[in-house]
């Protein structure tokens, strides 16, 4: 009876859940939740004195709702503006070993690898480092947001979190972003100088959430980026932004209908390259200067911050 009892509570809870996955993610509290595995790292209890060096993750953090568990962030770290009231630790490369230690945090997240010196004095300690490597498309960002919430949140609450979230985000852009019965643009993003995102790139995928073709659709084995790009002919650039006015003045990229037109558009590298709720701005970004106008007012930019954060989940306790 008891199990059955059980059961009946879980299943209310998960269709509250459901029937309200709008803009706000809901918490939930799950019996199950810890001790929990992330990446390998086994985490004991819902840690409650967080250090981030990865300004993507601590980005999914706010998302999340579970800022109050963070007490540190990178050096690095400067959206949303609330990271300025967090303590700064160094970066992963450079940490400030201790500061870090001083900190006693009883979790650190990181985004590939941390100082070697700095992880043998955590692990010393018993002061677990959970690595969690970027998403190398879209879909895989699922994972990071899942992988994030649960080493938070726990097993079954973080899981509903982070999938719920990330659900949003993705939806959000796709109902806004919406290319239905429309020819897509042909374009190409060149990120830095030389560098183009290629078909299957994180970045190429959020170029087809913002309703683009990517025509660089294999590697360019020529060594010369901007004959491979004039080849192609795109009807628009995206680049990053302190290289557009280069791409502008390029006499090989001169003819290309892109340049012809004006169709060229810098951006933030930070909409891009980091991974969370910002693609939102980066894919809308493109979605206007394609679809609608090529001017996004400065209310447009604080509505298109705001829509990332969606409103995230409640604060944890």
């Known amino acids: ?34 001790p929990v595995t992330v990446n390998g790292v086994e985490i004991a209890s819902a840690p409650q004195r967080v250090i981030c060096l990865s300004p993507s993750i601590t980005e999914i953090i706010y998302e999340l709702g579970s800022y109050t568990q963070l007490y540190g962030v990178s050096d690095d770290c400067d959206w949303p503006e609330e990271t300025a009231q967090k303590e700064k630790m160094g970066t992963s490369a450079e940490p400030d070993t201790e500061k870090i230690i001083s900190a006693v945090p009883d979790l650190v997240l990181v985004s590939g690898s941390l100082d070697e010196s700095l992880s043998e004095s955590l692990s010393l300690r018993g002061i677990p480092v959970i690595s969690i490597e970027a998403a190398q498309s879209i879909e895989g960002l699922k994972d990071v947001y899942v992988s994030v919430a649960t080493a938070l949140a726990g097993k079954e609450t973080g899981q509903i979190n982070g999938e719920t979230t990330y659900n949003n985000l993705i939806d959000k ?48 084995e020529s060594g010369d980026w901007a004959a491979y790009v004039a080849a192609l002919n795109p009807d628009y650039i995206f680049c990053a932004a302190d290289i557009e006015q280069s791409i502008l003045s390029n006499p090989t990229l001169a003819e290309t209908n892109a ?16 991974q969370g709720g910002r693609i939102y701005e980066a894919a809308m970004e493109m979605y206007r200067f394609m679809y609608g106008t090529s001017d996004v007012s400065e209310a447009d930019s604080s509505a298109a911050s705001d829509a990332a954060s969606a409103e995230p989940a409640a604060e944890q306790e």
């Open 259 to 274: 340049v012809k037109s004006g169709s060229v558009r810098g951006m933030d590298p930070a909409l891009y390259e980091r």
């Open 1 to 34: 009876m008891k199990k059955i009892t059980a059961v009946l509570i879980m299943t209310i809870m998960l269709a509250c859940l459901i029937c309200s996955c709008g803009e706000e993610t809901v918490i939930i509290e799950g019996r199950s939740d810890f």
């Open 173 to 220: 852009i796709k109902q806004e972003a919406s290319v239905a019965g429309m020819t897509l643009k042909r374009a190409v993003f060149i990120p830095a100088d030389g560098i183009i995102a290629y078909s299957g790139s994180f970045i190429s995928d959020i170029m087809s959430l913002a309703g683009a073709q990517n025509i660089a659709q294999s590697a360019d």
